[in-house]
């Protein structure tokens, strides 16, 4: 996790990240700023929030803009590391505002409000339940 304007973001902070088209990266924010970038995040309790404004401005202007975000308790940095992705039953989520009001299972294309744990890495999201 590479921290950045000298803001710090501790494992266990309330955080909302979202996928970052210029860097490449996913955006760690606290409040309203940045306070760091990773190519993987997981984050516990967590859940969905997609700004409705936000996803009505990218359907009239045709242009990307930051209204999508995942909502939670950040864990890690490295779900591999943690065997995050032995701890459940993994799925696949996906958010595309041309198709979908909110984010979607990939396979089921069922709304998802909330989930246990995601990971986010590669670009993609990945939730589970754990029971």
């Given amino acids: ?23 490449n990266t996913f955006s760690i924010q606290k409040g309203q700023r940045v306070h760091a970038k990773s190519d993987a995040v997981v984050i516990e309790n967590a859940t969905f929030e997609v700004n409705e404004n936000g996803r009505k401005k990218v359907l009239e202007e045709g242009k990307k803009n930051v209204h999508a975000k995942v909502n939670g308790l950040i864990s890690s940095v490295d779900p591999d590391e943690d065997g ?8 696949e989520a996906t958010y595309n505002p041309f ?17 246990d744990v995601v990971i986010l890495q590669d670009k993609r999201i990945f939730f589970m339940s754990i029971a």
């Avoid at 304007?5 to 955080?15: I, L, N, P, S």
């Fill in 1 to 23: 996790m590479e921290q950045f304007k000298g803001r710090t973001v501790e494992f266990g902070d309330r955080v909302k990240v979202y996928y970052d088209l210029h860097g």
């Fill in 84 to 91: 995050v992705f032995e701890q459940g039953i993994v799925r």
């Fill in 99 to 115: 198709k979908y009001s909110s984010f979607v299972d990939k396979e089921t294309e069922e709304p998802i409000e909330q989930a």
